[in-house]
């Protein structure tokens, strides 16, 4: 029988947290990963390619999936072989860097790209069942709780991930220890996927009849946005929130032009971001009860965040950005969920979440434009300032959305 927010379902929501960071961050994409493609390519380019692919590849997905899953009265089966795909992706990458990339490193570039492809375009899907179950399972209020709390579980375990990868990037040397971080990781984040695949979830009653064909679905889901002023005034102010990737996968190549990075050094950097996420959760994120007032507040964090990027030159100053970085990343996605979730009705619930994520989460193709930046201007505190000015434009529109909905 289920339960409405149902302690069972919070701690295998919070264990899915737990174990999906725990394995991901021993490979983050912020650190770990422009390290890696740098290595076999020495490329700012695709640099930002590889970390545009890994995080926004999944928007391509999400009005096709939520086209399907308006009419699902469950979706946790269909969750079930997203949660395959994405740790097979995962487990495929370190298998290529361990057999290829010490001889075939174009050829290893191709497999890791093909990796991210899958592991990124299969969130497409989870993302829309992720959401519609974290609706499902519990209320308004235990929501923002329960949220919270993925978030300090993930950040706890990011923090032993970072220790991890420190240890493994030590021991051995490119590009083996990058594989056995990639290996190593899939099996721990596979134990978060199973632990959320046995959740109760309840049979959804109110839901919407599957439009003939896709075109007919864009075309009402297009009509649904040009009429939702909310939703339009959100899905911009989230979209310039993540300008911050403009120049984020960067941050750690200018630390390592500096002074030579150590793999205890990138655990650390690691350590110390998701250190900030827990501590930033635990003391302001979980005391707000204005989301558009978090998303400003996580924007202001980014905006300090890279003004001291600007001035960093030791390994102290980057520690404070990742630190700082780290709680502002969760300020937003919470924020952002939390949004979404608030105006949406239930039985549009699917589209309307497709809707603010593919248009908002266009912003996590940023690290590509921020790429040719820094390529046309071989100059990182250009690239910094830049960030820092579309963050301004972002908080602009955040603080209009607050206006706007308090005069609603």
């Not at 339960?3 to 701690?11: A, C, H, Q, R, T």
């Not at 072989?81 to 290529?96: E, N």
């Not at 075109?215 to 002023?229: E, R, S």
Request: charged content about 10%; aromatic content about 18%; overall charge positive.
């Amino acid at each position: 029988m289920f339960i409405l927010d149902d302690p069972k379902n919070n701690l295998k929501n919070i264990l899915h947290a737990f174990f999906l960071s725990l394995g991901i961050s021993m490979a983050e994409p912020s650190t770990i990963l422009p390290l890696l493609v740098h290595h076999f390519s020495h490329s700012a380019i695709l640099v930002g390619l590889f970390s545009s692919l890994q995080r926004g590849g999944s928007i391509l997905m999400q009005l096709y999936a939520s086209f399907h899953a308006q009419s699902y009265q469950k979706v946790l089966p269909f969750l079930k072989r997203v949660f395959f795909i994405r740790f097979f992706s995962w487990f495929f990458i370190g298998l290529s860097i361990l057999l290829f990339g010490q001889t075939h490193p174009r050829l290893t570039l191709f497999f890791i790209a093909l990796g991210l492809f899958f592991f990124s375009f299969s969130a497409g899907f989870g993302g829309i069942y992720f959401k519609e179950l974290q609706a499902k399972l519990f209320s308004h209020e235990y929501r923002k709780k329960t949220m919270a709390n993925r978030r300090i579980a993930g950040s706890i375990a990011s923090i032993f991930s970072g220790v991890f990868a420190g240890v493994i990037l030590s021991f051995a040397s490119p590009p083996t220890n990058y594989a056995l971080l990639f290996i190593v990781s899939s099996f721990l984040m596979a134990i978060g996927f199973i632990a959320f695949a046995t959740i109760n979830e309840p049979i959804k009653t109110k839901i919407s009849n599957k439009e003939k064909n896709f075109l007919l679905f864009l075309k009402n889901a297009f009509f649904i946005f040009k009429n939702d002023k909310v939703l339009q005034r959100q899905s911009i102010a989230i979209l310039l929130a993540f300008s911050y990737l403009l120049a984020l996968p960067f941050v750690i190549l200018k630390a390592n032009s500096e002074f030579s990075l150590k793999g205890w050094m990138v655990g650390g950097f690691i350590t110390f971001q998701m250190l900030g996420s827990i501590l930033i959760s635990q003391f302001f994120w979980k005391r707000f009860k204005s989301s558009e007032k978090m998303l400003i507040s996580a924007i202001l964090l980014k905006i300090l965040a890279f003004f001291i990027a600007i001035f960093a030159n030791n390994f102290f100053f980057y520690t404070l950005f990742f630190f700082i970085i780290g709680g502002a990343i969760d300020g937003l996605s919470i924020a952002s969920l939390n949004l979404i979730i608030e105006i949406a009705p239930e039985e549009k619930r699917p589209i309307y979440t497709a809707l603010q994520t593919n248009f908002s989460y266009l912003g996590l193709f940023f690290p590509l434009l921020g790429s040719f930046i820094l390529h046309i201007s071989k100059n990182y505190l250009i690239l910094y300032f830049l960030t820092i000015i579309m963050l301004f434009c972002s908080l602009y529109f955040a603080f209009k959305l607050l206006r706007n909905n308090i005069k609603d």
